[in-house]
């Protein structure tokens, strides 16, 4: 598993470095009509990945697409564990009534088929970037709050709870401060499942036609390659090779991480 | 056992009623919030009308009321199980939803079914040979296509095994006028979904295989199978009664878990492959605004989901006697 | 009266087989367009539609699948006339306050009712002027229809209604249904609106959501000898991609408004057997326009309108979108093939972006710093992929002249209420149809003073007295001549105020296998009855 972190994490570095650079490596709107239609990929080196029916440059768009998926993955990642640490700690540390209101609505949200939801919401507000990053949080925290309030139980009663008590802390600062740090180990083994996650979500719903039309995304490349794919079939077939090891990596790095941090959790044996 | 297995099975049920009415109020919030409203989608159908046409409709479908009065109207149609009639299908919700739930219930078990056993074969495999490169090899491969979006490997696959080998049909649950005989027509139908559910399969196996892997090399280690090893049992029975049994714990509370995410899943592949099922009319219920039918689906969905963690439970319970009447009391996924 | 096969039907059968016979044996020769009777023809579906009752919803989706089984008082025949179906006489009065239609003897539905008159004055008091969307318009002033016999209904109108608007309106609003099945049930919840029950050449046979719809041959048709298919299957297959699949594979006969991407008819048309025609969508032109909102200080300017105008392509929007099938640069909302009322006497404009700039210049919005000069927000409408590809166009084109463009999108219901209700854009990319008659869906695009909340219709804030005028008198014009001369007019107030800007018409395009014969044969070809649609064995 070494070599397959060191793999993903070199694939995730060249991924940011194209996002971040694509203004300057492919500068324009890649949504703009520049050349004829549906050249082949490798044969003109003006386009290396060729041009899609409208004659969109398909490398353009592969750059700045990069940009969507990974703001949106780590947003909506970061906004799905933000708020599973948040629901987490509260219904672990403050137990009773408000445990169980908590958990119940976790549950709720952990039953519902998670991307029918996400589906409706995209559908209901609008399909805006902020949006999507909102429905795949939205999806997705039940899996953190429940780890963390796990964590929260155990080391409520430990002894160092006890002396930040007896020391005075208001609660909120003994739940914050001082447990949340030790009860955030587990959620490091999340962070890569839930980025890639949110990363395939994403894709999922720009492939269904909701997501940002402003701006290319390598799912809605895929929805936009599926009307050609007879003719065509690089133009489904390179984003979703692009999504695939994204995705891929995050998970290699996620694993490796996972095991130098929580090497007896019995998921890294 | 029988007793209190039904017992288990109504707590469990009970416990489950507040779920849903959170969903359902869920559901009629964000469609309230939704722009446009079921009327607009069917005129964006129909084309135009003149002055009055939207506002005669609006009447007709009960739009007009205040957003109270319309709360409160569904929320009696969700409690009474009654959901009404459904604009985008111009069926009542039930009908139109039980006629497409027997699909999405087979892609989704023979799925379900399908990666758990994939996946927890290649992952003893995988477990019994070590930090071999083919350990190496198959989690690499079960990662890789779990990276995979599911809507583009179907896609790759229709164009491959569909359109280029012509091995499977193109698209729907079965052939029209074909046999009508139980046999023919069942494998007609399992020729049909084959290419879906493998697809879906494919894209899930991944945590299967990692879980039973984990698993297995743990209990392979632990005390009672040295015991069993140093009294002479010989080495097959070991593994399949001692370690591979206890590892598929794990496996099978996850099939719970998974659910949800796989019927989110099988909405994508619905669409990829025609399949008539829940997945497909959760599109068309958003995309018309139909509240009744969203509801309808979620409810639906939600439900089945439900129940699959129950029928989880109840196989936790049967695999591992230890904990069976703990666990029937408690359940394992609170 | 359904199980034996008419002994004519019989011998025509025979006679066909030994024409065909003798036809294939002799070398080299044209086989003989003898229809065929017999086969199955498997069409993909266009949608699945909420609603298959055509007299409640006109529209293409629904004509396309019902139209074989409700059938009209008339259709459109290919010379741009009218086919007389369930109606074979008609005429208006000099007043313009009746109008007479005499019926055809011996037709039945297919439950082995007759058809009468009473099904057609119910039909008309009480769906197509209540409940049907195009009928409330052409309808809105029927008082009363009287059937003084069986086979004559008089449709009393309470002001002054056009023969012409009627006549042209017969193909898509005069759909009968039976009074039998309908009358005192609740008519938009009818169990029949699923299976309709029409007097048409096929019978509606089966429904299995999400897979297909099923029509069977109607033994006792009034036209003798036709249909000459068994079946009709219209498989649904949302995939664009698998439409094309099947077509190759065999698996369907025919797709029909352009299912097929466009990107793939160049391939399809090439293969032996496939052909692609876009013939027979006369009588169904859209139009893409760009619809400003005159709520907008820039937008309410004629000359920011025009130059707006200049700055789109609209060629190559039919090169590049429409890859050259079935479209046309526009120079109006009445396109080119309505030959009755289309005129070319008013302003036309070229791509001009030079022109454009200049004009936004004296308009007042000069480029700040020499980069942009207003911003808008642009909603395309997601009907269609040439309609959301045509504002990725116009975005980069008014980005070139110095507007800045920010693309809001939203699903169908989300881009009729912004749009249509709220008022939130600036532009929008629209699809309006031309449905035969200015009257019927297009002069509702121009007239001023209309509420809120009606999609489909002057939402822009644009209120001209002249051409409000103009419409109103159209609509009660009784004298033919006199009438296309107001929408000459109609058409020149357009041309130069250019309250929407027309950019493209087009129509759509058919796949089919050769072995399908009669197609695209009348311009409303896909949603009309297929009774003379045969296919050759293999």
């Given amino acids: 598993m070494r070599l397959g972190g060191w793999i993903g994490a070199t694939w995730l570095l060249v991924v940011t470095l194209v996002a971040i650079a694509a203004p300057l490596l492919a500068p324009g709107d890649p949504l703009n009509l520049v050349a004829r239609p549906l050249i082949a990929p490798f044969i003109n080196p003006g386009f290396p990945f060729g041009t899609d029916q409208l004659g969109r440059d398909v490398t353009a768009m592969l750059m700045h697409g990069a940009r969507v998926s990974l703001v949106v993955g780590l947003a909506a990642a970061a906004g799905a564990i933000g708020i599973g640490i948040l629901v987490g700690t509260l219904a672990g540390f403050l137990g009773g009534r408000l445990d169980t209101t908590l958990m119940r609505i976790t549950e709720a949200f952990q039953t519902v088929p998670t991307f029918i939801l996400a589906l409706a919401m995209v559908s209901a507000l609008g399909a805006s970037t902020g949006n999507v990053i909102l429905a ?77 039309p402003n701006l290319v995304s390598w799912g809605g490349m895929i929805a936009n390659g599926r009307a050609v794919i007879r003719t065509a079939p690089s133009l489904v077939a390179i984003p979703g090779i692009a999504v695939a090891l994204t995705v891929l990596s995050v998970s290699l790095v996620g694993d490796a991480l996972g095991t130098r941090l929580a090497p007896r959790s019995r998921a890294y044996a | 056992m029988a007793r209190g297995t039904g017992s288990f099975i109504l707590r469990r049920l009970v416990h489950a009623v507040p779920v849903i009415l959170i969903v359902a109020v869920g559901v009629f919030l964000l469609l309230a919030a939704a722009p446009g409203d079921a009327v607009d ?43 009404g009639w459904s604009v985008a299908v111009s069926a009542p919700v039930t009908e139109a939803i039980l006629v497409r739930l027997p699909s999405t219930i087979l892609l989704m078990t023979s799925a379900i079914l399908l990666a758990a056993v994939l996946g927890s074969v290649l992952g003893a495999v995988a477990a019994m040979r070590r930090g071999s490169p083919l350990d190496g090899t198959i989690t690499t491969i079960g990662l890789a296509l779990n990276a995979m979006p599911g809507f583009w490997l179907g896609l790759i696959f229709i164009v491959v095994f569909v359109v280029g080998l012509g091995w499977f049909p193109l698209a729907g649950m079965s052939t029209i006028d074909g046999p009508t005989d139980p046999v023919g027509h069942a494998l007609d139908i399992a020729w049909h979904l084959a290419l879906p559910v493998i697809t879906l399969a494919l894209t899930y196996m991944a945590l299967y295989m990692r879980l039973m892997r984990g698993a297995m090399i743990e209990t392979r280690a632990s005390d009672w199978v040295r015991a069993a090893r140093a009294r002479g049992l010989p080495s097959g029975r070991i593994v399949r009664g001692h370690i591979a049994r206890p590892a598929l714990l794990p496996v099978v509370t996850m099939l719970g878990l998974q659910a949800g995410a796989m019927l989110g899943g099988s909405v994508v592949i619905e669409t990829v492959f025609a399949i008539p099922g829940l997945g497909s009319l959760a599109y068309i219920a958003v995309s018309r605004r139909d509240l009744p039918l969203v509801a309808g689906v979620v409810l639906a969905g939600t439900v089945l989901v439900i129940v699959i963690n129950i029928v989880v439970d109840l196989a936790y319970a049967r695999l591992d006697p230890r904990v069976a009447d703990e666990r029937v009391r408690s359940g394992p996924n609170r | 009266m359904h199980s034996r096969p008419h002994p004519r039907r019989r011998a025509l059968t025979l006679w066909s087989t030994v024409a065909l016979a003798a036809a294939i044996s002799l070398p080299g020769s044209v086989v003989a367009q003898e229809p065929v009777t017999g086969g199955t023809l498997v069409v993909a579906a266009d949608s699945e539609p909420a609603n298959l009752n055509p007299a409640i919803a006109a529209s293409n989706g629904v004509f396309f699948v019902s139209s074989k089984v409700v059938e009209p008082l008339a259709e459109m025949a290919a010379d741009g006339g009218l086919k007389p179906l369930l109606a074979t006489e008609w005429m208006g009065s000099d007043d313009g306050l009746t109008f007479t239609v005499k019926l055809r003897e011996g037709v039945t539905w297919h439950d082995g009712e007759p058809f009468t008159s009473a099904d057609v004055a119910f039909s008309a008091m009480e769906v197509w002027k209540p409940l049907q969307n195009l009928g409330r318009i052409v309808f809105a002033n029927l008082e009363a229809v009287d059937t003084p016999d069986d086979l004559t209904a008089v449709f009393r109108f309470s002001a002054p209604t056009p023969s012409q608007l009627i006549e042209n309106a017969l193909p898509a609003i005069t759909s009968v249904i039976p009074r039998h099945l309908y009358e005192g049930t609740d008519i938009a919840t009818n169990e029949y609106n699923l299976k309709p029950v029409g007097t048409g050449p096929f019978v509606f046979t089966e429904y299995r959501p999400g897979e297909l719809f099923r029509l069977t041959r109607n033994e006792a048709y009034w036209d003798e000898g036709k249909p000459y298919l068994d079946e009709i299957i219209f498989r649904v297959l949302p995939d664009p991609a698998s439409k094309a699949a099947a077509l190759e594979t065999g698996d369907i006969h025919l797709t029909a408004f352009s299912a097929v991407p466009l990107t793939d008819l160049e391939r399809l048309d090439a293969i032996d057997g496939l052909s692609a025609v876009t013939e027979g969508y006369d009588g169904i032109t859209y139009a893409i326009s760009l619809d400003p909102n005159h709520r907008r200080a820039e937008l309410a300017d004629p000359k920011v309108r025009q130059a707006l105008r200049l700055a789109i392509d609209p060629q190559l929007i039919v090169d590049t979108i429409f890859l050259g099938y079935g479209a046309t640069p526009a120079t109006g909302h009445i396109p080119r093939s309505a030959t009755e009322f289309y005129s070319e006497d008013k302003p036309l404009y070229t791509y001009d972006p030079a022109a454009a700039e200049a004009l936004l210049d004296e308009a007042g919005y000069p480029r700040i710093d020499g980069g942009s000069r207003f911003a808008v927000r642009l909603r395309p409408a997601p009907f269609f992929a040439e309609t959301r590809a045509t504002g990725d166009y116009v975005r980069q084109a008014l980005e070139a002249i110095g507007i800045d463009v920010e693309i809001v999108s939203a699903d169908a219901p989300g881009h009729i209420q912004a749009v249509y209700t709220d008022h939130d854009f600036d532009l929008a990319i629209n699809s309006p149809v031309y449905r035969n008659d200015p009257a019927i869906s297009t002069t509702i695009l121009f007239q001023g003073g209309l509420p809120d909340g009606v999609p489909f219709s002057n939402q822009w804030g644009y209120d001209d007295p002249k051409m409000n005028q103009v419409i109103a008198d159209a609509a009660t014009e009784v004298d033919p001549a ?15 105020d250019l309250p929407i800007i027309p950019l493209v018409e087009f129509t759509f395009t058919t796949v089919t296998n050769d072995r399908v014969h009669n197609v695209a044969n009348n311009p409303r070809w896909a949603t009309s009855s297929w009774a003379d649609t045969w296919l050759a064995p293999e």
């Fill in chain 3, 482 to 496: 006199a009438r296309v001369e107001l929408y000459h007019e109609f058409q020149r107030i357009a041309a130069e």
């Fill in chain 1, 136 to 212: 795949i949080a939205i999806s997705s925290w039940p899996a953190t709050a429940r780890l963390v309030r796990a964590e929260v139980l155990s080391l409520r009663q430990r002894d160092y709870v006890d002396a930040a008590r007896m020391a005075g802390l208001r609660p909120f600062d003994i739940a914050f401060r001082e447990i949340l740090p030790g009860a955030l180990h587990p959620v490091v083994a999340l962070v890569g499942v839930t980025v890639g996650g949110a990363i395939l979500v994403e894709s999922a719903l720009a492939f269904l036609g909701l997501s940002d």
């Fill in chain 2, 41 to 83: 989608a069917y005129l964006a159908q129909t084309g135009s009308g003149d002055t009055g046409f939207a506002a005669q409709l609006r009447q007709q479908w009960g739009l007009d009321e205040s957003l109270p009065v319309r709360f409160l109207m569904y929320m009696e149609s969700v409690v009474t199980l009654d959901l």
